[in-house]
């Protein structure tokens, strides 16, 4: 049995674009599912991230259980990302207010995004899982800065409430690590990953 295709399971069109952007020579499926990513209060940035990713990727390989014989060749990608700051991890916004709360508490600090990457192989059954933090100095944004961000509607869907590739690059002052990490896919490791998988990127 040959390695077949590779299967992200995400849903976001940041990971999906940036996956495509390495030219595989494997094709690439999109496969999303809905896990729970709620995490005990213990568990620390690395392992909520490594966790989730895992649990994204088992997720489809659950999926796929009852057609196994057409996705043997599969290897599966989960990734997850969230930010952190002074110990407070921030997912995704709930709405607008918890958007500008974010943002608030980011503003004129040094926070740290922390993703991690999963691959589940369904040919040998292995599991690989890595994570990298990026720190990210956000400059000191005034509430009205804020509130007109917010209103521009990108924070909404993203890890503590901005977008690093968008309009919240201008918030920016400047990053140390993986700039890719922060968008939410390393293509550094995710290149690192594949490789143990014997895909070569490059
Ligand atoms: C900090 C930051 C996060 N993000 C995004 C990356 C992730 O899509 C999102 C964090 O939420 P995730 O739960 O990691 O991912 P998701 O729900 O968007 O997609 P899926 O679980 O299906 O893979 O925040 C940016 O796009 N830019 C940024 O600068």
């Known amino acids: 049995m040959k390695r077949q295709k590779i299967i992200l399971a995400s849903s976001s069109p940041r990971r999906q674009s940036l996956l495509q952007s390495l030219n595989l020579t494997l094709p690439v499926q ?7 990513e709620s995490t005990p209060d213990d568990w620390s940035p690395a392992k ?7 649990r994204k990727a088992r997720a489809v390989r659950e999926l796929l259980a009852s057609d196994k014989q057409d996705h043997q060749g599969s290897l599966i990608i989960g990734a997850d990302t969230i930010v952190v700051l002074n110990g407070e991890v921030m997912g995704k916004p709930r709405d607008e207010a918890d958007a500008r709360r974010m943002l608030g508490h980011l503003q004129g600090r040094i926070h740290e995004v922390y993703s991690a990457i999963a691959c589940v192989d369904l040919l040998t059954s292995r599991e690989v899982v890595s994570h990298l933090a990026t720190r990210v100095h ?14 521009s509607g990108e924070p909404m869907d993203k890890a503590g409430a901005y977008a690093i590739q968008g309009l919240g690059a201008t918030l920016v002052d400047h990053i140390d690590g993986c700039y890719f990490n922060v968008v939410g896919l390393s293509l550094s490791l995710l290149s690192d990953m594949l490789l143990e998988f ?5």
């Open 30 to 36: 999109i496969m999303a599912s809905n896990v729970d």
């Open 48 to 54: 909520i991230v490594e966790q989730l990713s895992l």
């Open 138 to 151: 956000m400059k000191p944004l005034d509430s009205s800065r804020i509130e007109r961000y917010v209103a």
């Open 198 to 202: 014997d895909i070569q990127v490059i």
